[in-house]
């Protein structure tokens, strides 16, 4: 399928329930916004119907992304994912060479990215992309935005 978007299992679920809660609840919250606002008489003044005619534009816009990204979903299988080497579904601790600071990172496709609690990166982030296909012990040069270089040294990757 072209435009596969990898993504794990769980951030499929995640999108799932966002796309469910977009369709089922705020459908219903923006509905009944809307019967409001047209009570208050003129429309053409109405500046409550309005704004609950615009968002209801944005939940639906939303509604139509996230349809299409789950249309393109790949499920990774966490017994597929390999800890050899950085990819998505990993967690990847790395040195910064510099400052000789640890960080460590899940790597998560970005539509995953606003779904997770704990610290992550993109496989399209500089760092994320600079890491990917990486084993323990590499040292990465990753450019970023600012145009400055950053060295990292990968130090463990895991699920």
């Given at each position: 399928m072209a435009g596969e978007i990898l993504i794990t299992p769980e951030g499929y679920q995640q999108l799932k329930a966002e796309l469910e809660e977009l369709k089922m609840v705020r459908r219903?919250?923006?509905?009944?916004k809307i019967r409001v606002a047209r009570g208050f008489g003129d429309l053409s003044e109405n500046s409550e119907y309005d704004e609950a005619k615009n968002e209801q534009?944005?939940?639906?816009?939303?509604?139509?992304?996230?349809e299409e990204q789950l249309k393109k979903a790949q499920?990774?299988?966490?017994?597929?994912?390999?800890?050899?080497?950085?990819?998505?579904g990993t967690t990847v601790t790395i040195l910064?060479?510099?400052?000789?600071?640890?960080?460590?990172?899940?790597?998560?496709?970005?539509l995953e990215y606003h779904h997770t609690?704990?610290?992550?990166i993109t496989d399209e982030s500089p760092v994320g992309k600079?890491?990917?296909?990486?084993?323990?012990?590499?040292e990465?040069?990753?450019?970023?935005?600012?145009?400055s270089t950053v060295q990292y040294k990968i130090l463990d990757i895991s699920l």
């Open positions: 219903k919250e923006i509905s009944e534009a944005l939940v639906e816009a939303k509604i139509a992304t996230l499920l990774i299988q966490k017994d597929k994912i390999s800890t050899e080497v950085v990819s998505i910064d060479i510099e400052f000789n600071e640890e960080t460590t990172y899940r790597v998560t496709s970005s609690e704990m610290e992550t600079a890491l990917m296909g990486h084993k323990i012990g590499d990465v040069t990753v450019t970023v935005p600012s145009g």
